[in-house]
């Protein structure tokens, strides 16, 4: 619990830090560099509990696009199979996001019991 909220606390730290701060932020991410720094259990363990809320918020996105592309089946909208096809595409993406998320969380839940 302890090496989480160092974690917590470090990365917190990076974010607020102005001397990290690069011109060309494309460079490094504060998630990339948390990932790079990982090397205890405790360390992965909450990398994957952070890879398995990006998977929830990608599924509840995917759950969301899928419910406005059932009220596109009704109605007299005159473009309605487009807005279903454009719908069921981001919900499907976001399925998938969801999925590599999920992979990730494994990965470092595997790490975390080494």
């Known amino acids: 619990m302890h090496t989480r909220i160092a ?16 011109a060309d932020e494309s460079s490094h991410s504060l998630e990339q560099l948390v ?9 992965h363990a909450a990398l994957a509990d952070h890879y398995r809320a990006k998977a ?7 759950a969301k696009h899928e419910s406005m592309g059932r009220t596109y089946s009704g109605g007299k909208f005159f473009q309605r ?7 069921r ?3 499907a993406e976001n399925a998938a996001v969801a999925a590599e998320y999920d992979e990730l969380a ?3 839940e ?4 080494k």
Do not use: G
């Open 7 to 22: 974690v917590t606390a470090l990365a917190a730290a990076l974010a607020l830090s102005p001397a990290l701060v690069r």
């Open 35 to 43: 990932v790079e720094m990982a090397d205890t259990p405790a360390d």
């Open 56 to 62: 929830a918020a990608a599924r509840a996105e995917s």
């Open 81 to 87: 199979s487009a807005m279903q096809a454009h719908c």
């Open 89 to 91: 595409k981001i919900a």
């Open 106 to 108: 494994k990965l470092h």
């Open 110 to 113: 595997a790490e975390s019991k």
